[in-house]
């Protein structure tokens, strides 16, 4: 069950496939009429959604997406280049997060690295702890919902604790949750909602003395915790480094500025990584051997990962983290400069939400949107998203001074809220 709008299953009734096939230029002309309307990432509008690091990135991604674009992912024997590709990548990130021993793969996204690790982790529970019957998953109410939607997929219970004031998984309402049937414990760095590291070290410690699988969903801080700690931001122990991790999923197509399609999902060692795949040969072809959720797997995103990964190096991407925060900086300074604005809690990277005391920060909202912003809204507290990536260093002082303007224009009473629907989409 669901609540989508149809139009989202794309029902266009009384739609056909054309009869005859439209030349190039037309479609080419149609396409760039459809994203008329289209949120522009380019230039900062967005809120999420779209990472997107300069030209020259994006090029470099785009060409070796290209390049691989008819390559199929799964069928590493037939093309040993994205074999060595996925290999690399994996090897990188793994060093990145201090995995010597850690292996893994690369995945479609957030989603499936966090699909396999609840499958991981109820297969491994199966073999190791046979006696539990109704496998659960114990997390805080911050982390993802794709933990949810694996739940839902394979069986088993999800129960959410809740945070502390300062938004971080309060550690013994997460371990008071725990019982004989759990097989998961998450922790996120940083998580979605507030963009605030969880006490990853004793959420760790806690899974660990009872043997239970601990998940870092390092989905968005993957890719840019490794370089912050480089510069010297006080970042907490979070990678494999803390005893206790079982696994850490790292997206590329976020911070790691991949093409669309690229996580990577990462085991402590091979002992749990076994559980991951999924063989089968009772069928008329032979053995059918998966190590991920999808079959065919494109060999663009693939490509992408590695050519942008050797293009950035380890300097570009520090120059890149750099810039992130300091815009990030910059815009939560602004934010908090504007007396009835509050930028919830520490956020430990480069998103946050803020949201007001005082006034309907949904008319802020409105207010912004208006503006041609693509606002992100958030529930609770109500309140405003952001995401910050380097698209935004351009657009810090445009974002301020439209924020300074509607914020003062909705508490003189001039705007009012619309009563737009929060939705993460
Ligand atoms: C984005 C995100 C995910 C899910 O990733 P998708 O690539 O959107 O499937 C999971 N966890 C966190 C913390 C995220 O930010």
């Given at each position: 069950m669901n609540r989508h709008d149809p139009s989202v299953a794309h029902v266009a009734h009384g739609l056909h496939l054309p009869r005859q096939g439209k030349k190039r230029e037309e479609l080419k002309k149609l396409m760039e009429e459809a994203r008329r309307d289209d949120a522009d990432w380019r230039h900062g509008k967005t809120a999420g959604y779209v990472f997107y690091a300069g030209e020259d990135i994006l090029e470099v991604a785009q060409e070796a997406y290209l390049m691989f674009?008819?390559?199929?992912?799964?069928?590493?024997?037939?093309?040993?280049?994205l074999k060595r590709f996925e290999t690399e990548v994996v090897a990188m990130i793994a060093r990145l997060l201090h995995g010597d021993q850690a292996i893994g793969n690369m995945t479609s996204g957030g989603t499936e690295s966090l699909l396999l690790t609840v499958k991981t982790a109820r297969d491994r529970a199966r073999v190791e702890h046979p006696h539990i019957t109704e496998p659960a998953i114990v997390l805080p109410v911050t982390a993802h919902p794709a933990f949810n939607k694996a739940a839902h997929y394979f069986g088993l219970k999800v129960i959410r604790t809740p945070v502390r004031e300062d938004?971080?998984?309060?550690?013994?309402?997460?371990?008071?949750?725990?019982?004989?049937?759990?097989?998961?414990?998450?922790?996120?760095?940083?998580?979605?909602?507030y963009g605030v590291i969880d006490p990853i070290s004793d959420l760790a410690a806690i899974a660990q003395e009872r043997k239970i699988y601990f998940h870092v969903d390092a989905c968005m801080g993957g890719f840019l915790l490794p370089f912050l700690e480089k510069l010297g931001y006080a970042i907490p122990p979070f990678d494999f480094r803390v005893p206790g991790v079982t696994s850490i999923s790292a997206d590329i197509h976020k911070y790691g500025f991949g093409a669309k399609g690229a996580s990577t999902l990462l085991y402590r060692d091979a002992s749990i990584h076994k559980y991951q795949g999924f063989d089968f040969q009772d069928w008329p072809t032979g053995l059918y051997s998966s190590p991920t959720i999808a079959g065919t797997r494109p060999g663009g995103a693939i490509a992408a990962a590695w050519a942008v990964m050797h293009y950035l190096g380890e300097e570009g991407y520090l120059k890149l983290a750099e810039k992130i925060m300091c815009t990030t900086t910059a815009l939560i300074q602004g934010i908090n400069q504007i007396p009835e604005l509050e930028v919830w809690g520490k956020p430990d990277m480069s998103l946050f939400a803020y949201g007001s005391r005082t006034l309907d920060i949904y008319a802020v909202a409105d207010g912004m949107s208006a503006r041609g912003w693509f606002v992100n809204r958030q529930m609770v507290p109500p309140g405003i998203h952001l995401t910050v990536t380097p698209a935004h260093e351009p657009i810090i002082d445009s974002y301020l001074r439209d924020l300074t303007i509607v914020t003062c224009e909705v508490a003189q009473g001039k705007l009012q809220g619309q009563g737009t629907p929060v939705t993460y989409n």
């Open positions: 674009f008819s390559e199929n992912g799964l069928g590493l024997k037939a093309f040993p280049s938004f971080r998984a309060d550690v013994s309402a997460l371990e008071a949750a725990i019982t004989e049937n759990t097989v998961l414990v998450v922790g996120s760095a940083p998580d979605y909602s």
